[in-house]
């Protein structure tokens, strides 16, 4: 098994990273602060997430809520870090946000790639 491996996101790649490549298969955006606890804490639960997938099964994207990139937070609404959204196609389908346990990020993740 070929690991997922998690994609840096800017503002610049935004539309080509996550938006065009949704339609070829399950994008899940990680959008993060560099000081935020909870962020930390999800970023090591994706990662052990993660390894239970192959690499072409979804793309893991990670957006670093800062500067220019502060933009699509506002533009997806985000009112807190982390938040994750799962795009299907282009569009938002799904999102949850704050640190969460292990099998809730598991299932969150099946449960979108069936929406592909």
Known sequence: ???????????????ELVIKKSHKQLVILDISAEWCGPCKILESV?????????????LLAKLEAEDENMKIAGQYSVR?????????????????????????????????????
């Open 1 to 15: 098994m070929t690991n997922i491996t998690p994609i840096k996101v800017t503002i610049d790649s935004f539309q």
């Open 80 to 116: 807190g870090f982390p938040t994750v959204i799962a795009f299907v196609r282009g569009k938002e389908v799904d999102r949850f946000h704050s640190a969460k346990e292990h099998d809730f990020v598991h299932d969150f993740i099946d449960r979108n790639l069936e929406k592909f």
């Open 46 to 58: 994706l990662n052990s997430v993660i390894a239970e997938y192959n690499y072409d099964e979804f």
